[in-house]
């Protein structure tokens, strides 16, 4: 029964960071980093676009 709570609380804490996630991105609070030379989106990890090899 303990078990079945937490996987509960789990799913309610991870289903609110990405309601939280998408609600942001909608309202333009929270913009994606983009490469300036092919246009998609990178992680702030990589130094260059893994798409195109640009440096961004």
Excluded: E, I
């Excluded at 078990?3 to 804490?13: H, K, T």
Aim: glycine share 12%; proline share 4%; aromatic share 4%.
């Amino acid at each position: 029964m303990v078990r079945d709570l937490l996987d509960v609380l789990l799913a309610v804490a991870v289903g609110g960071m990405f309601v939280s996630a998408v609600t942001r991105l909608r309202r333009g609070q929270a913009r994606p980093r983009l490469c300036a030379g092919c246009g998609r989106a990178v992680a702030r990890v990589y130094a260059t676009c893994p798409g195109c090899g640009r440096t961004v």
